[in-house]
């Protein structure tokens, strides 16, 4: 379980470990790695860490010559790719490194992992790899584009990856959280510019600083959590498991709504364009 110290991966780690599950958690030092067992042992279970960083190479090799390592009796069931964040911006105004680093932890990181599990998986003829998407995998909202295309790009990978790897007996599976209490967009507030008072965009970044504060007050990631102990329990897994009534009505109205009517309900709620019968 990658990224598993907070929000979906922590939830999902005790989760399954609470199950009986043997979770490694990869984590990013030895402080969250203690933030995860204290989580763990609160709920009675134990579990197991690797200090990783998706985004390096050279660390996630190590990390998971030690997971190989670690799961050599048995070999490794399934990996869940969760590590990722999310940040908020214009497109004109995200600058390369910024846009390069997020493809870096949120597609390539994954990718990386797959490259390392996979041969283990096919010698045994089973696996599960469990990719951890967004419903910006599927729709596309101002201010989040780099965002929503690092988790389109992660989509197109997953789907080319299950037809691939079908015939070796892994199953490649999507989950497309809508708004859950995760610290994704707490990550997303610490990237935006200190001055945007100057911006063309300032009322934009003011509207995204808002809606990152409030999503602390969303549902619980339990549910996703669920969801991925689910789609790992079940003989047929679905290809992929929306988790959250905003990301199933929001898929449902970006399919049925005429573009020009959702690209303005989407730009006025981000505070680039304005409500005519409010002003």
């Known amino acids: ?40 042992a609160e709920k009675g279970a134990a579990l197991r860490y690797v200090i990783c ?52 932890t949120n597609v390539l990181g994954p990718m990386r992992i797959c490259r390392l599990v996979l041969p283990g998986m096919r010698e045994r003829g089973e696996g599960r790899i469990v990719n951890v998407s967004s419903i910006a995998g599927r729709v596309t909202t101002p201010m989040t584009g780099w965002y929503s295309a690092s988790k389109h790009a992660l989509e197109a990978l997953s789907d080319a990856l299950r037809q691939e790897v079908a015939q070796f007996g892994v199953k490649v599976i999507l989950v497309e959280p809508g708004g859950f209490g995760t610290g994704i967009w707490n990550g997303a507030r610490e990237r935006l510019p200190e001055e945007v008072e100057a911006s063309p965009y300032a009322a934009a970044y003011d509207r995204a600083h808002g809606l990152s504060t409030a999503a602390e007050r969303l549902p619980d990631p339990i549910w996703v959590a669920r969801t991925i ?39 006025a709620t981000a505070g680039l364009r304005k409500v005519p019968f409010l002003g």
């Open 1 to 40: 379980m990658t990224g598993a110290n907070s929000g979906i991966g922590l939830a999902t780690a005790v989760e399954l470990a609470a199950h009986g599950y043997d979770v490694i958690g990869t984590v990013r030092s030895e402080e969250k790695a203690a933030i995860l067992q204290a989580a763990a």
């Open 53 to 104: 960083d998706v985004a390096d190479a050279e660390s996630t090799g190590q990390a998971f010559a030690e997971v190989a390592a670690m799961t050599a009796q048995n070999g490794l069931y399934a990996v869940i790719n969760n590590a990722g964040y999310g940040f908020a911006g214009p497109i004109e105004e995200v600058p390369d490194d910024a846009a390069r680093e997020i493809f870096e």
């Open 229 to 267: 102990r689910l789609a790992l329990a079940v003989p047929y897994p679905l290809a992929r498991y929306l988790v959250g009534f905003d990301a199933v009505a929001g898929t449902v109205l970006d399919t049925l709504v005429p573009t020009a009517v959702a690209d303005y309900v989407k730009a």
